[in-house]
């Protein structure tokens, strides 16, 4: 189902932006009135009965606004494998689609992991406007061991870009602490967990790495990851990734399910990973 909006007026721009055909100034007029008449805050619905603030001057706010839909599959597939409820993480959970939208199964109980203060601030105000109750945002960034290290965004206008680096090279990049998994599920006291969403930018593998390599480290029943070329831009690479997490005991499939052979495509760059039973 495709994001619908919320509003009478949301409604409208929808219609202006799905059904009108392309001239030379549909998006600039499109976002003169983000801007003027909306503030910058469109409301749209997804199809669990999540609402969310977006604007048309980041990335997934104009594809939302004119396509309707962003990472479909993906979401099916998170709608699926925690229909019968459960512990979510979402690592890098943005401004909030993935945590909100899942929020409304009954049953879970959704841990929503943003470092970005952008992204956070969001995040908050997509939970005020759902007044969600079993979405627990964590202001906190994740790695392989307690540290220090950067964030930045080399695309203002793709806050889902965000990412963590070693150095400062002053490209609006700021200092934060930076925690493992491995202790944030042992502060939230965590002993299952169906869902591990993670999409940090090719810092997965310092994220497993923080949580996997303790010894009692509980296992997801499934984890869903951003799989790309960006995890080589740390040490490691994605074979090396891949390689690790099926030591673990896990099964690799795409979003449609079908099993995963390196260097296969991935329909939205992601991967599912299945525990084995």
Same mark, same amino acid.
């Given at each position: 189902?495709?994001?619908?909006?919320?509003?009478?007026?949301?409604?409208?721009?929808?219609?202006?932006?799905?059904?009108?055909?392309?001239?030379?100034?549909?998006?600039?007029?499109?976002?003169?009135? #983000?801007?003027?008449?909306f503030k910058k805050s469109i409301q749209l619905n997804s199809s669990s009965g999540a609402t969310f603030f977006l604007s048309t001057d980041e990335y997934?706010?104009?594809?939302?606004?004119?396509?309707?839909?962003?990472?479909?599959?993906?979401?099916?597939?998170?709608?699926?494998?925690?229909?019968?409820?459960?512990?979510?993480?979402?690592?890098?959970?943005?401004?909030?689609?993935?945590?909100?939208?899942?929020?409304?199964?009954?049953?879970?109980?959704?841990?929503?992991?943003?470092?970005?203060?952008?992204?956070?601030?969001?995040?908050?105000?997509?939970?005020?406007?759902?007044?969600?109750?079993?979405?627990?945002?964590?202001?906190?960034?994740?790695?392989?061991?307690?540290?220090?290290?950067?964030?930045?965004?080399?695309?203002?206008? #793709?806050?889902?870009?965000?990412?963590?680096?070693?150095?400062?090279?002053? #490209?609006?990049?700021?200092?934060?602490?930076?925690?493992?998994?491995?202790?944030?599920?042992?502060?939230?006291?965590?002993?299952?967990?169906?869902?591990?969403?993670?999409?940090?930018?090719?810092?997965?593998?310092?994220?497993?790495?923080?949580?996997?390599?303790?010894?009692?480290?509980?296992?997801?029943?499934?984890?869903?990851?951003?799989?790309?070329?960006?995890?080589?831009?740390?040490?490691?690479?994605?074979?090396?990734?891949?390689?690790?997490?099926?030591?673990?005991?896990?099964?690799?499939?795409?979003?449609?399910?079908?099993?995963?052979?390196?260097?296969?495509?991935?329909?939205?760059?992601?991967?599912?990973?299945?525990?084995?039973?």
């Amino acid at each position: 189902m495709r994001f619908q909006g919320n509003r009478s007026i949301d409604k409208l721009l929808l219609f202006y932006s799905r059904k009108i055909p392309d001239h030379p100034f549909k998006i600039r007029f499109v976002n003169l009135l #983000n801007r003027l008449v909306f503030k910058k805050s469109i409301q749209l619905n997804s199809s669990s009965g999540a609402t969310f603030f977006l604007s048309t001057d980041e990335y997934t706010g104009h594809e939302l606004v004119y396509s309707g839909y962003y990472e479909p599959l993906t979401t099916a597939l998170c709608d699926k494998l925690v229909s019968g409820g459960g512990n979510i993480i979402d690592v890098g959970a943005s401004i909030g689609l993935f945590s909100i939208h899942l929020s409304k199964i009954n049953g879970t109980m959704i841990y929503a992991v943003e470092p970005s203060v952008q992204n956070f601030a969001s995040l908050l105000k997509n939970l005020a406007l759902n007044q969600s109750k079993n979405v627990l945002p964590l202001n906190v960034a994740l790695s392989d061991h307690d540290s220090f290290g950067y964030l930045e965004n080399m695309h203002p206008q #793709n806050s889902g870009t965000i990412k963590v680096v070693n150095s400062f090279d002053g #490209n609006q990049a700021y200092l934060i602490r930076l925690t493992t998994l491995s202790e944030l599920i042992q502060y939230l006291e965590l002993k299952e967990i169906a869902l591990l969403k993670i999409d940090v930018e090719g810092f997965e593998m310092n994220v497993f790495k923080g949580h996997f390599d303790n010894e009692n480290a509980i296992l997801p029943n499934n984890i869903i990851m951003e799989f790309n070329s960006m995890i080589d831009r740390t040490k490691y690479t994605t074979r090396e990734c891949l390689d690790y997490i099926l030591s673990l005991g896990y099964s690799a499939f795409n979003v449609y399910g079908a099993p995963y052979i390196f260097n296969d495509p991935l329909p939205e760059s992601n991967l599912w990973l299945k525990k084995d039973c």
